[in-house]
């Protein structure tokens, strides 16, 4: 089986979680979060960041700390992870939609405008799969009403928007680590911001609502969320080789491209946009209406021991939410053509040039 993505662990990302066991630091707090907490901030080119136990808490933290009451509204794409509707919805807020395009697969940057009321107080941007949202088309739509943008980056490390990088761009940008990130802590998550305010909300937010000034005495209610010394060493030297890492997808994705290119009636994203350089996080396919959907196409490929994922499931489908009275009668015609038809490839950091090479040959014979 070739699988659909495997987390690159070197001897140096071993050793350097040895080493902080060895000397003890593993809980939340000490020099290792704290170096990774600098670091990271550094390679985006942020002010702030707080690391946190993933990257769904990293979005919970930053709705939490805009203290959104009920009945206010939040911006995001239909196409996304439950990860970006939970906190919302938990504090009484409503999330407003947006479809995708199918060109690129991201949020329809120009009808945010027509979504935004005098309750929206905040837009949710997605990153996806390799590409960016168009942020200063979201950007030039919320600055005359002050909405903030916050930018969910957990597919876009090293992947920039006009030269600047993801995450750094809106008052916040959260990542994660999970082992299919492009880098990876095993569990794990971080945002950054330049806002010291807000910063201050988020760390105070992931530690319990712990009071700087005086300790067990609390003004208001957070989580444990703290990421492990173990989890910020292993981020630490994972940062150092970012750089590879993203060179690396570029060419798992230039490598598919040139071998799905002539399949009849797909779609695969395009290598370069009006904003940026795809940093292929997953290497997706959508299949034209000639074909079977995607579902049938990837038990065909699982039966060649090709591992596949499917597209997200919008939200406005969610049962859990359609549950809630959210989004009746909804439809994101794109978003639903994306999910129905969309499927992705063995693309992580370990594959082969081999293993390309067959999966491709099994996708061939599969939409022969
Ligand atoms: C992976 C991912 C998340 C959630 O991160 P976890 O670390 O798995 O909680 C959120 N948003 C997007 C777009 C993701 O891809």
Same mark, same amino acid.
């Given at each position: 089986?070739?699988?659909?993505?495997?987390?690159?662990?070197?001897? +140096? *990302?071993?050793?350097?979680?040895?080493? $902080?066991? !060895?000397?003890?630091? #593993?809980?939340?707090?000490?020099?290792?979060? @704290? /170096?990774?907490?600098?670091?990271?901030?550094?390679?985006?080119?942020?002010?702030?960041?707080?690391?946190?136990?993933?990257?769904?808490?990293?979005?919970?933290?930053?709705?939490?700390?805009?203290?959104?009451?009920?009945?206010?509204?939040?911006?995001?794409?239909?196409?996304?992870?439950?990860?970006?509707?939970?906190?919302?919805?938990?504090?009484?807020?409503?999330?407003?939609?947006?479809?995708?395009?199918?060109?690129?697969?991201?949020?329809?940057?120009?009808?945010?405008?027509?979504?935004?009321?005098?309750?929206?107080?905040?837009?949710?941007?997605?990153?996806?799969?390799?590409?960016? +949202? *168009?942020?200063?088309?979201?950007?030039? $739509?919320? !600055?005359?009403?002050? #909405?903030?943008?916050?930018?969910?980056?957990? @597919? /876009?490390?090293?992947?920039?928007?006009?030269?600047?990088?993801?995450?750094?761009?809106?008052?916040?940008?959260?990542?994660?680590?999970?082992?299919?990130?492009?880098?990876?802590?095993?569990?794990?998550?971080?945002?950054?911001?330049?806002?010291?305010?807000?910063?201050?909300?988020?760390?105070?937010?992931?530690?319990?609502?712990?009071?700087?000034?005086?300790?067990?005495?609390?003004?208001?209610?957070?989580?444990?969320?703290?990421?492990?010394?173990?989890?910020?060493?292993?981020?630490?030297?994972?940062?150092?080789?970012?750089?590879?890492?993203?060179?690396?997808?570029?060419?798992?994705?230039?490598?598919?491209?040139?071998?799905?290119?002539?399949? !009849?009636?797909?779609? #695969?994203?395009?290598?370069?946009?009006?904003?940026?350089?795809?940093?292929?996080?997953?290497?997706?396919?959508?299949?034209?209406?000639?074909?079977?959907?995607?579902?049938?196409?990837?038990?065909?490929?699982?039966?060649?021991?090709?591992?596949?994922?499917?597209?997200?499931?919008?939200?406005?489908?969610?049962?859990?939410?359609?549950?809630?009275?959210?989004?009746?009668?909804?439809?994101?015609?794109?978003?639903?053509?994306?999910?129905?038809?969309?499927?992705?490839?063995?693309?992580?950091?370990?594959?082969?040039?081999?293993?390309?090479?067959?999966?491709?040959?099994?996708?061939?014979?599969?939409?022969?």
């Amino acid at each position: 089986m070739i699988p659909v993505s495997e987390p690159a662990v070197t001897e +140096a *990302d071993v050793e350097a979680v040895a080493k $902080a066991l !060895r000397e003890g630091w #593993i809980s939340g707090e000490g020099p290792y979060v @704290e /170096a990774f907490e600098r670091d990271f901030a550094s390679s985006i080119g942020s002010k702030h960041a707080v690391a946190v136990s993933n990257g769904t808490a990293a979005i919970d933290v930053s709705m939490e700390a805009l203290d959104l009451a009920p009945g206010d509204e939040v911006v995001m794409p239909a196409f996304t992870i439950i990860s970006c509707v939970q906190q919302v919805v938990r504090m009484g807020a409503i999330p407003v939609l947006v479809d995708s395009s199918l060109d690129d697969w991201n949020m329809r940057a120009d009808q945010v405008a027509d979504v935004l009321t005098s309750r929206t107080r905040a837009v949710l941007a997605v990153h996806t799969y390799g590409l960016t +949202a *168009d942020l200063d088309t979201i950007v030039a $739509a919320c !600055r005359p009403h002050g #909405i903030p943008v916050v930018e969910d980056a957990a @597919e /876009a490390h090293g992947l920039a928007y006009k030269g600047r990088a993801c995450g750094s761009i809106g008052l916040a940008g959260t990542f994660s680590f999970y082992s299919n990130k492009t880098l990876t802590t095993g569990e794990g998550g971080i945002v950054v911001t330049n806002d010291d305010d807000y910063a201050a909300k988020l760390r105070l937010l992931r530690n319990l609502g712990f009071n700087p000034q005086q300790r067990f005495v609390h003004e208001r209610l957070g989580w444990n969320l703290r990421m492990t010394s173990l989890q910020a060493a292993l981020g630490s030297s994972q940062l150092q080789r970012l750089d590879a890492a993203v060179r690396r997808k570029r060419e798992i994705g230039r490598r598919y491209r040139e071998r799905l290119q002539c399949i !009849r009636d797909i779609s #695969i994203a395009p290598a370069v946009t009006d904003f940026t350089e795809n940093s292929y996080w997953i290497v997706g396919l959508v299949l034209g209406d000639s074909h079977p959907d995607a579902n049938t196409i990837r038990e065909e490929l699982g039966k060649k021991g090709v591992g596949t994922r499917p597209f997200f499931c919008p939200m406005h489908l969610q049962p859990v939410l359609r549950k809630a009275g959210l989004f009746e009668g909804a439809v994101f015609p794109v978003a639903e053509r994306l999910w129905e038809r969309g499927l992705y490839l063995p693309s992580g950091l370990t594959i082969t040039d081999d293993d390309i090479n067959t999966v491709c040959d099994h996708v061939e014979e599969v939409l022969r």
